[in-house]
DNA sequence: GCCGTTTTCGGCCCGACTGTTTTCAGTCG
């Protein structure tokens, strides 16, 4: 279902950078660029929303585009992107992604010496007639030399577990050193990817000094008196220090997103105040309202403070107006992990080791859940093995040493639909995940649905099937799983693992409007990939999600009798 | 190209940094 609003949006994007390149107003640009952020952060399909006449209250996205989205729905291209491609070679365009390179730029090496792509960009740098541009010097064509080296390697983002065990690392590093100290930028969201680490800190020079002598520095690419960047192995990390009166405005300011900021800033012009990173001024006259706290700007604006999660402009700041934010979820509320592996199957950890593990984290409760037969390489369970494996279950829970286990399983889905176990085996179990493992290319709507049809199955597991950087999800209709999920009283996962984190964001915001409940569960192979909860309350917190929403913030006992009634019908 | 109980036309966020400028353009976040 996203697949057309991911090719569509990469489309108008593509014509926002012909637009740029050729010089056109910066501002229909950015109205493409917006419509195309909007399009990909839709959670239903954009040809449903057309066909159903619902383009219109899309805000930025007017009479112009939904003819070409029209155009688009029905001949799969946009004529408009079609005539630029003619024009200009789309190769060419590309470029427009290298860091250092600009719209201007290109245009130059365009018109001057010919650059049609990338070969030859690579060329004019390497023989030197680059610099024959007017106001090209050597620094300029060094940084774009550089921009098109982390261009040709491609992925610059990393995994959210990944960012989030570096920033820590950093902060153990300044905080001796620091006053104050935060993660900011899109970590501090907790968006599933990231690009460089913001860092913020109240210090005088002994901070700066730190952090460029943090272990595991390659190179120091900048260092003034506030602001300092470091490569610390692949990753660009930026350390900003900040006055702490100046505190909040630099906080939000550094934690974006910019498109959350921009529309922050409309607001505040509108009100004639003006916000920048420094604080919060009367346009007349320059008064400072605030600055020292985060809460300070959005009060100003006459808005509720919006947890670091929601900002992406996506409706948040209309509900901070409104009053209508949602208490979201929290960390601390989550009473246990409903997704784990043990030796059983393809993990590592013995069921004690998962059951104190978890004690240790807080939790009350802990569900097993290896594979089951059909998944061989991961020496799935048959019926035999489970029922031996939840007897170990039900001896060690007697002891009560650790968290309560769950004796659960993650059952494989076979690709017509029906269950890898059998009932007689299903209804011993407390908790039952089902997922499609195989077959990733034919469309896994049915095969979903028919699973939560089951009496037996409580969840369905890493729904889209999507792995970050590596697959796609299977063809599917979400919006039908959402349905189907609703209507049997099945939930669905939040897989919180680095690699996954599926369902996505939106998808969490979708799946709450439907009435769909998750479950978040971390999909551990041992028990140092526990920790990984907190991306999986991440994606909740910014799929809008609130405690009631998410069922392991139940206790145990609730959590037991949510598990029992769908087996009763309901 | 979008949008509006301040506007259907005239606006459209804000600042830092860098380089190559003799006063500012380009790029970034």
Not at 179 to 194: D, F, P, Q, W, Y
Not at 238 to 267: C, M, P
Not at 425 to 454: M, N, P, Y
Not at 531 to 547: N, Q, T
Request: aromatic share 6%; charged share 30%.
């Amino acid at each position: 279902m996203e697949n057309n609003n991911r090719k569509l949006a990469r489309i108008l994007s593509r014509i926002a950078d012909f637009l740029e390149f050729k010089g056109d107003s910066i501002y229909r640009v950015n109205a493409y660029r917006k419509a195309a952020r909007v399009i990909k952060d839709l959670p239903e399909d954009i040809k449903e929303l057309h066909s159903k006449g619902k383009l219109g209250s899309i805000h930025g996205i007017g009479e112009k585009l939904r003819e070409k989205i029209g155009q688009y729905l029905e001949g799969g291209t946009i004529k408009k992107y079609e005539e630029l491609k003619r024009e200009i070679p789309e190769e060419l365009i590309i470029l427009m992604d290298v860091p250092n390179l600009g719209p201007k730029t290109l245009r130059l090496a365009y018109e001057g010496l010919g650059v049609r792509n990338l070969n030859d960009m690579k060329k004019v740098i390497k023989e030197g007639t680059l610099t024959q541009l007017p106001g090209m010097g050597s620094k300029k064509v060094k940084k774009i030399e550089k921009g098109l080296e982390i261009f040709l390697k491609g992925q610059d983002r990393m995994l959210l577990g990944e960012a989030i065990q570096i920033g820590e690392r950093v902060l153990r590093h300044l905080a001796p050193h620091a006053s104050n100290l935060s993660i900011a930028g899109s970590l501090r969201r907790m968006k599933e990817t990231v690009g460089d680490l913001d860092i913020l800190g109240v210090g005088g020079k002994e901070i700066m000094e730190a952090f460029v002598q943090i272990p595991g520095t390659k190179e120091v690419l900048a260092k003034g008196e506030t602001k300092a960047s470091i490569f610390l192995e692949e990753t660009q990390i930026d350390l900003r220090v900040i006055r702490e009166k100046e505190w909040g405005a630099a906080l939000q300011y550094f934690t974006g997103s910019k498109e959350h900021n921009v529309h922050l800033r409309e607001i505040a012009r509108d009100k004639k105040l003006k916000i920048n990173e420094y604080g919060i001024f009367a346009i007349e006259g320059g008064k400072k309202l605030g600055g020292a706290k985060e809460e300070d700007v959005y009060k100003a604006l006459g808005l509720a403070y919006i947890s670091p999660e929601l900002r992406e402009d996506r409706g948040e700041i209309e509900a901070a107006r409104d009053l209508t934010l949602p208490t979201l979820v929290e960390y601390h509320q989550i009473q246990g992990d409903l997704h784990t592996h043990s030796q059983w199957s393809d993990g590592t950890a013995t069921l004690e080791e998962i059951s104190l593990e978890g004690k240790k984290l807080g939790y009350q409760y802990i569900a097993v859940t290896d594979h089951s037969k059909s998944m061989k390489i991961a020496h799935g369970l048959d019926e035999k093995r489970l029922e031996d494996q939840i007897k170990t279950i039900r001896t060690i829970n007697a002891q009560g040493k650790g968290a309560y286990l769950l004796a659960g399983i993650e059952m494989d889905i076979h690709p017509d639909g029906t269950l890898d176990l059998e009932p007689d085996i299903l209804k011993e179990l407390d908790w039952v995940v089902a997922s499609v493992h195989s077959h990733f290319t034919q469309d896994a709507t049915e095969r979903i649905l028919s699973a939560c049809h089951s009496p037996w199955v409580h969840c369905i597991g890493h729904p889209t099937g999507r792995i970050i950087f590596s697959r796609e999800p299977y063809p599917l209709d979400l919006e039908k799983v959402f349905k189907g999920a609703a209507s049997t009283g099945t939930v669905l996962e939040i897989n919180a693992h680095q690699d996954r984190l599926d369902l996505m964001d939106i998808h969490c915001r979708k799946a709450k409007e439907m009435g769909v409940k998750v479950a978040i569960g971390t999909d551990s192979h041992h028990i140092g990939q526990l920790w990984m909860m907190r991306l999986g309350v991440g994606i909740a917190r910014r799929g809008w999600l609130e405690a009631p929403d998410v069922i392991n913030t139940y206790p145990l006992k609730d959590l037991l009798a949510f598990t029992k009634r769908k087996r009763k019908g309901g």
